[in-house]
T-cell receptor, first 116, second 115 residues
């Protein structure tokens, strides 16, 4: 049973370009969570999605960032007009139902975005 | 405003000895605490957790202690092994608030266990 799969593992973009990061949850999981780790920082919550729904986007920057989790296919984190400050590792986690009680998040290996 | 603080960026111990990693938090609403371990180029892996109704949780070589009055928790690894060398993140959430998917992480402590 494959874990949470993220791709690309490494992405290089020039300032002003768009970055698309993909997350395929574990089989049978319909809830996805995105976190970002800036250099020398801990992970920070960005967004929580169910299939075709955004549940909590309180951690998403107000501009240039968007996320979706369509009925079919992976979840996509999209960053438009990237800037150097977007350089970070982006981690995705998934769960079969909404995390509750003492359940824990299982993370993928992450996508490292470098903006030149 | 950093709500979860790991004040030691790094820690080095000898194999077989005890490793003690510390974590402080400021938000009294946190009621669930976790430790994650992260190897380079991998995602964080869950290690151990503790609810605020407990003061100790043990799992094999790993024990987490929680001091609510001091808003402090620690992870003890004994005996330490070279394979334990990794970055350890302390994280906290609010289960009672229904948003326990929203973890607040510290910056991590790099543990090096020397053979």
């Amino acid at each position: 049973n494959a874990g949470v799969m993220q791709n690309p593992r490494h992405l290089v973009r020039r300032r002003g370009q768009e970055a698309r990061l993909r997350c395929s949850p574990m089989k049978g999981h319909s809830h996805v969570y995105w976190y970002r780790q800036l250099p020398e920082e801990g992970l920070k919550f960005m967004v929580y999605l169910q299939k075709e729904n955004i549940i909590d986007e309180s951690g998403m920057p107000k501009e240039r960032f968007s996320a979706e989790f369509p009925k079919e296919g992976p979840s996509i984190l999209r960053i438009q007009q990237v800037v150097r400050g977007d350089s970070a590792a982006y981690f995705c986690a998934s769960s079969p139902v909404s995390i509750s009680g003492a359940n824990v998040l299982t993370f993928g290996a992450g996508s490292r975005l470098t903006v030149l | 405003d950093q709500q979860v603080k790991q004040n030691s960026p790094s820690l080095s111990v000898q194999e077989g000895r005890i490793s003690i990693l510390n974590c402080d938090y400021t938000n009294s609403m946190f009621d669930y605490f976790l430790w994650y371990k992260k190897y380079p180029a991998e995602g964080p892996t869950f290690l151990i957790s503790i609810s605020s109704i407990k003061d100790k949780n043990e799992d094999g070589r790993f024990t987490v202690f929680l001091n609510k009055s001091a808003k402090h928790l620690s992870l003890h690894i004994v005996p330490s092994q070279p394979g334990d060398s990794a970055v350890y993140f302390c994280a906290a959430s609010t289960i009672s608030g229904g948003s326990n998917y929203k973890l607040t992480f510290g910056k991590g402590t790099l543990l090096t266990v020397n053979p």
